[in-house]
């Protein structure tokens, strides 16, 4: 099943490359069986898309999962200001409460 969910998104994104949504899509097809494949296009989202608030939650815990404190944070934090910008109020808290209970994790 998840291989021929890839196949459509991955002919939704050669359709519309620049649709942020589309890779956002692959990325949360890998991200419960291939972290390393979700990071990649979270990573891609980062770059290319960095005002799209929703990678920022997931993109925090893929480096969570991968021991990767430092960069956690640093998505946390700005995720929580993007959110804030826009004015993504549920995103903002739902980012914050995240951060805070990573902070908690670290202590």
């Known amino acids: ?8 998104l991955f002919q939704y994104l050669e359709e519309e490359p620049n649709e942020p949504f589309n890779i956002y899509a692959i990325a949360m097809e890998y991200i419960n ?11 891609r989202l980062l770059t290319e898309h960095p005002d799209y608030v929703p990678t920022y939650y997931h993109a925090a ?3 969570v999962d991968l021991e990767d404190f430092t960069n956690a944070e640093s998505i946390y934090q700005l995720g929580i200001e993007k959110a804030h910008q826009q004015q993504s109020i549920k995103a903002f ?6 951060y805070q ?3 908690d994790e670290m202590e």
């Open 1 to 8: 099943m998840q291989e021929e969910r890839l196949k459509i």
């Open 33 to 43: 069986n291939d972290v390393q494949k979700a990071k990649f296009y979270l990573d």
């Open 61 to 63: 815990v893929v480096y």
């Open 93 to 98: 808290d739902e980012l914050k409460r995240a």
């Open 101 to 103: 209970m990573f902070l």
